[in-house]
């Protein structure tokens, strides 16, 4: 075995491996600290919270007599409340049944209803305030574009003869009005008038008077994020890359090369590629993408799995926290329409069951994004997050969501359901997310 050659394709694997446990263990240490916390405030008490399964590495009990501890396997975590049976919260009947009035309200089998299901939704509740957060602090520490448009900083392209500077606030390009750059409705059609050359005559506002700088196509073919799992990403292409020709002729607009990849039926396309003052060459495939659509449903397009930007950095102003969170929370509640979407078309054949992951497509997301740079990672721990909520608020036994379904019967009906019908629906439910867990997984394993 060539162990040299081996070397990097085994970082890449533990660094994928890395990113998908750290990931994984702060949603679900969140997600647990959830159900432990609110517990905790409703006097249900925890006995044991433990992030990972198997022998116990490290652990300590602190004065409410929970014992915090770190397992073996990073996997997931777990809270197990007095009473419960095992780390999958299974109720001890008999153990119950022989404790004192007291004692039984210190577990989850004997606290009060609105205490159980306080304590059961916090859970998947505690994952999305994570993500809102996140993006908040993300998109805090990003700013807002200030308006009018202005230069931030220049991006490094290969054209020669800019003019233009940081700070210029921009009037025209090409002779078009510049529009407000949060009007996206706007914004699309002035891209769309401007001629596709590499240098383009600027009408600025600078240091207060109205002059003329030569400056780039505003969306050049430059790859501003590159998608896990994609072509581009498969080939090493890094963000910053600028695709300069394919198939040998010259292109200089993101548009450009939109069409060129939609209109390629997933035949290879041959690119040159401008990095850091070098020319490289690549080729890669087009792949079929069913992506989301704006109006609703979605549509199938070929693609290599790379974003556009603005040939420069815009000038940003600082975001406060309330906009920030309510930013947040709009975009938790669009992962969350995009889900439900998603799963919708892949139930009835709409778009392709590909689209569903399993473990190893999400660590191989979670290292793609983590070597895009800290804030990427971060953000894609926030997506993880909202998924993860909203996949446990399923209405499947063993599940969360399973749980606060047989809470809504007992409400309804005035007792639980009975420990016969539990047991079944819970096998039913575990059968259930162990074939879907295996489902995606063969995705990961055949899927193209």
Same mark, same amino acid.
């Not at 162990?3 to 533990?14: E, N």
């Not at 009060?112 to 993300?138: D, E, K, Y």
């Given at each position: 075995?060539?162990?040299?050659?081996?070397?990097?394709?085994?970082?890449?694997?533990?660094?994928?491996?890395?990113?998908?446990?750290?990931?994984?263990?702060?949603?679900? &240490?969140?997600?647990?600290?959830?159900?432990?916390?609110?517990?905790?405030?409703?006097?249900?008490?925890?006995?044991?919270?433990?992030?990972?399964?198997?022998?116990?590495?490290?652990?300590?009990?602190?004065?409410?007599?929970? *014992?915090?501890?770190?397992?073996?396997?990073?996997?997931?975590?777990?809270?197990?409340?007095?009473?419960?049976?095992?780390?999958?919260?299974?109720?001890?009947?008999?153990?119950?049944?022989?404790?004192?009035?007291?004692?039984?309200?210190?577990?989850?089998?004997?606290?009060?209803?609105?205490?159980?299901?306080?304590?059961?939704?916090? +859970?998947?509740?505690?994952?999305?305030?994570?993500? /809102?957060?996140?993006?908040?602090?993300?998109?805090?520490?990003?700013?807002?574009?200030?308006?009018?448009?202005?230069?931030?900083?220049?991006?490094?392209?290969?054209?020669?003869? /800019?003019?233009?500077?940081?700070?210029?606030?921009?009037?025209?390009?090409? +002779?078009?009005?510049?529009?407000?750059?949060?009007?996206?409705? *706007?914004?699309?059609?002035?891209?769309?008038?401007?001629? &596709?050359?590499?240098?383009?005559?600027?009408? @600025?506002?600078?240091?207060?008077?109205?002059?003329?700088?030569?400056?780039?196509?505003?969306?050049?073919?430059?790859?501003?994020?590159?998608?896990?799992?994609?072509?581009?990403?498969?080939?090493?292409?890094?963000?910053?890359?600028?695709?300069?020709? @394919?198939?040998?002729?010259?292109?200089?607009?993101?548009?450009?090369?939109?069409?060129?990849?939609?209109?390629?039926?997933?035949?290879?396309?041959?690119?040159?590629?401008?990095?850091?003052?070098?020319?490289?060459?690549?080729?890669?495939?087009?792949?079929?993408?069913?992506?989301?659509?704006? %109006? +609703?449903?979605? *549509?199938?397009?070929?693609?290599? +799995?790379?974003?556009?930007?603005?040939?420069?950095?815009?000038?940003?102003?600082?975001?406060?926290?309330?906009?920030?969170?309510?930013?947040?929370?709009? *975009?938790?509640?669009?992962?969350? %329409?995009?889900?439900?979407?998603?799963?919708?078309?892949?139930?009835?054949?709409?778009?392709?069951? !590909?689209?569903?992951?399993?473990?190893?497509?999400?660590?191989?997301?979670?290292?793609?994004?983590?070597?895009?740079?800290?804030?990427?990672?971060?953000?894609?721990?926030?997506?993880?997050?909202?998924?993860?909520?909203?996949?446990?608020?399923?209405?499947?036994?063993?599940?969360?969501?399973?749980?606060?379904?047989?809470?809504?019967?007992?409400?309804?009906?005035?007792?639980?359901?009975?420990?016969?019908?539990?047991?079944?629906?819970?096998?039913?439910?575990?059968?259930?997310?162990?074939?879907?867990?295996?489902?995606?997984?063969?995705?990961?394993?055949? !899927?193209?």
């Amino acid at each position: 075995m060539d162990i040299i050659g081996f070397l990097p394709q085994f970082g890449s694997i533990f660094m994928t491996l890395l990113a998908f446990v750290v990931a994984l263990s702060a949603i679900v &240490a969140v997600h647990e600290y959830g159900h432990y916390i609110v517990g905790r405030w409703s006097g249900i008490k925890a006995e044991v919270f433990s992030l990972g399964f198997g022998p116990v590495l490290w652990a300590r009990r602190d004065r409410h007599g929970t *014992q915090w501890q770190v397992a073996l396997l990073p996997f997931g975590g777990y809270v197990k409340f007095k009473g419960d049976a095992d780390a999958a919260s299974a109720q001890s009947a008999d153990s119950v049944r022989e404790m004192s009035p007291q004692e039984r309200r210190e577990t989850m089998a004997g606290a009060p209803l609105w205490a159980r299901t306080a304590t059961v939704a916090a +859970g998947p509740v505690f994952n999305f305030v994570l993500s /809102i957060l996140i993006f908040a602090a993300v998109m805090m520490a990003q700013g807002k574009v200030s308006e009018p448009l202005a230069v931030g900083s220049l991006n490094p392209l290969p054209v020669e003869g /800019i003019t233009l500077q940081e700070g210029d606030e921009l009037i025209t390009v090409a +002779g078009v009005d510049v529009p407000q750059f949060g009007e996206s409705d *706007q914004f699309d059609p002035f891209i769309d008038q401007l001629p &596709a050359e590499p240098l383009l005559d600027y009408r @600025v506002l600078r240091d207060g008077r109205e002059v003329s700088a030569m400056g780039p196509y505003p969306m050049p073919p430059m790859v501003a994020q590159l998608a896990p799992q994609s072509a581009a990403y498969d080939i090493n292409m890094r963000a910053g890359d600028v695709i300069t020709a @394919v198939d040998g002729t010259a292109i200089h607009s993101f548009s450009e090369l939109k069409d060129i990849v939609e209109g390629s039926e997933g035949r290879a396309l041959e690119l040159r590629v401008w990095r850091d003052g070098e020319m490289l060459d690549f080729v890669l495939a087009p792949r079929r993408m069913d992506e989301p659509q704006s %109006e +609703g449903g979605f *549509q199938s397009q070929w693609r290599i +799995g790379i974003a556009g930007g603005l040939a420069f950095e815009p000038a940003t102003e600082r975001l406060g926290p309330l906009e920030a969170v309510s930013r947040g929370t709009v *975009q938790v509640g669009r992962i969350i %329409e995009g889900s439900f979407s998603g799963l919708y078309h892949m139930v009835t054949g709409a778009i392709s069951s !590909c689209n569903m992951s399993g473990p190893i497509g999400i660590a191989e997301v979670s290292g793609a994004m983590a070597s895009q740079g800290a804030q990427n990672f971060i953000w894609f721990i926030a997506v993880l997050s909202t998924a993860v909520g909203l996949l446990n608020l399923f209405p499947i036994p063993v599940l969360d969501g399973g749980h606060l379904a047989f809470y809504a019967y007992e409400a309804v009906s005035g007792k639980p359901p009975s420990e016969t019908a539990l047991r079944v629906m819970m096998t039913v439910g575990l059968v259930f997310v162990l074939s879907l867990m295996g489902f995606a997984l063969f995705n990961d394993l055949f !899927c193209p």
